[in-house]
């Protein structure tokens, strides 16, 4: 199959996509086209899934990967509690894998682009010796109105969505699971008048102390208080990464409902004036043990 | 080096770079955050460079590939007749490269990023056995002023900007140039009202085939006309890629100067009502043997 191919296929494919009404030109051109709307920000996010470092090819059909480079890079407009508008797609694949790979992964890919009302609005395609995709997502949120990890105040109670440790017990079970950006509670959120948020990607210990850092300021959170997912231990709550829950922080004076929809939403301790980014585990300092790409 | 040091080295050294006034936010968050002018179009692309296929570690200093990878996107928006506001850079190297591969890649991309006034304003970093970097770039056009692969009509001459062939020369004399994106020009060709464009990335004959696609039309081309790089030969002038001039076509009624700056433009000929995607060259059929990455 040549790329001329390939990517009329991909063509095709995108017809019956979402498309965001301010999309103007998708893929076909050197670039596609956005007219933004009056009076709305725009957020930008990008992020890689690499072969062996965020999947294997034994443990994830081509479509799983599809999904799940979108779905990441869908978790950070959900931290924003922004609306999707259109992603880019950056996809290189062996060359033995071929066409029927590549088809795959886009169906699985619009898939959930469908589901979160995102078009794919193009990217690029080459060979490489592994697969390696890179996302951009693009969403909007009124003007001035993200949630930002900086926002968080002394005094304000943290809240995380859903439970944690489920994807680090899944995949230390060999079973990994693919993650459900939190769309429709980040915007929730945004509107409720919340703070500051983040999307726990790479564990709480770390994604905790990034907000702390961001709002020069310390946390403490309770051990008792974490929702630990059904058979993960507190160690992979705190540090296993890839739950892609939304962490916030909230104002007294905000009410902040015990679910939404039907995600549970937990409290789980408080923003202090302790050292900037240190967090504190039951009063003991905790380490970042979160993934660190480098460490 | 931790990741979280890396980065906070990146977020040091942007400090220095140009900062669009519409980039409300960049490194530090889930997204970077952006609040466009009304009556503009925002247009976006992006590209891979990946390591033994657009550059090798024996060829290319970080910061060449830093420079490369930046270059490459912005030749996109040159061919949309679009200005620079920011870009989002993906990278991921192998942990033997280090901190020191990931300064100079950025040192290079920061250098290119100063010379063309787009701001760095986020994207990913990543640990991987190769060096990879995908780089999407965002610019501006007054709204519906985008320059489009589409707009060719029968009968407007045909334009491209510098020599063509040099890359693939320089290629295969082992000696890899820089691709110097025509920002300036493509800018200039928008105001001048020329109707199709494209950036020269995969070489005339299969860049020209697909401006014919896409306008349903075919064209011909004179080898006389072709301006042909200073030790090129005809075949690098046809079907080399990374050339990165433009090509563009323009109505009878458009005056098209000899230079725009000191960049020569040239007429190499005709939009014709031709077979679709079909180019002739001196009347005979010329085959699209420009750099498909699946053939």
Redesign the interface.
Known sequence: ????E?IDWIKSAVRNNYRDKTL??GI?????????R?G?????????V?ED?HFTLDTHTPAAIGEKALARSLS??A??G?EPV?C?V?L?VP?KL??AFVEGFYKGLLGTANRYAISL??????????V?A?V?C??RVS?GK?L???GAKAGQRIFVTGKLGAAAHAFAAGRPILPVPRLEAGIALRKLGVAA???LSDGLSLDLARVCR?SNLGAEIFAAKLPVARAATLDEALHGGEDYELLFTAAAKIKVPARIGKLPVTEIGVVTRGKPGMVLLDGQPLQSKGF????
Chains 1, 2 share one sequence.
């Not at 199959?1 to 001329?4: K, S, V």
């Not at 709305?40 to 890689?48: M, P, Y």
């Not at 660190?292 to 460490?295: G, T």
């Open positions: 199959m040549r790329e001329t390939i103007r030109r076909g051109d050197d670039c596609a086209i956005v007219s933004p009056a709305e920000d725009l957020v930008f996010t990008s992020d890689f690499l470092r950070d407009l931290a924003m922004a259109f880019l950056s290189a060359a071929g066409g609005a193009g990217g690029d395609l080459a060979r490489f010796d592994q390696i890179d951009m693009c969403g003007r993200a930002l990890r900086s948020a983040i999307d961001e660190d790409h480098f460490a």
